[in-house]
C-alpha cells in the first residue's frame, strides 16, 4: 500500500471538508491523518491529508480537483517518502 500527502487549497467553507472526506472514503482511500487551517485574511484554508492505498493518486486528486470550492490540489512528495521509510 502506499502512502500519500496531499494539500488542498480551497474556500473556508463549512461543507469542504465534509465533500472532501466522503470522496475520498468513496474512492476507497484510507485516511491516515488530517490537519486543517485557516487563512482568516484571505478565506482560504489549507487542508493536509494523508492517505493511502493501492490506487494511483491521481484518481483521487481528480475527483478532489471537481468539486466547487477547491482552488488547488498538490501532492506532496517528500512526505510520502517519510512515510514509506
Same mark, same amino acid.
Request: aromatic share 4%; with cysteine; proline share 1%.
Given at each position: $500500500?502506499? *502512502? &500519500?500527502?496531499?494539500? %488542498?487549497?480551497?474556500?473556508?467553507?463549512?461543507?469542504?471538508?465534509?465533500?472532501?472526506?466522503?470522496?475520498?472514503? &468513496?474512492?476507497? &482511500?484510507?485516511?491516515?491523518?488530517?490537519?486543517? =487551517?485557516?487563512?482568516?485574511?484571505?478565506? !482560504?484554508?489549507? %487542508?493536509?491529508? $494523508?492517505?493511502?492505498? *493501492?490506487?494511483? %493518486?491521481?484518481?483521487?486528486?481528480?475527483? !478532489?480537483? =471537481?468539486?466547487?470550492? !477547491?482552488?488547488?490540489? =498538490?501532492?506532496?512528495?517528500?512526505?510520502?517518502? =517519510?512515510? %514509506?521509510?
Amino acid at each position: $500500500m502506499n *502512502d &500519500y500527502q496531499l494539500i %488542498i487549497l480551497a474556500d473556508d467553507k463549512q461543507v469542504v471538508l465534509e465533500r472532501i472526506l466522503q470522496v475520498t472514503r &468513496y474512492r476507497g &482511500y484510507l485516511i491516515n491523518g488530517i490537519n486543517a =487551517k485557516v487563512n482568516t485574511g484571505t478565506q !482560504i484554508g489549507t %487542508i493536509e491529508l $494523508m492517505v493511502s492505498s *493501492d490506487r494511483p %493518486i491521481e484518481l483521487l486528486v481528480d475527483q !478532489i480537483n =471537481k468539486l466547487i470550492d !477547491i482552488k488547488e490540489v =498538490k501532492v506532496d512528495n517528500t512526505k510520502a517518502q =517519510k512515510c %514509506i521509510a
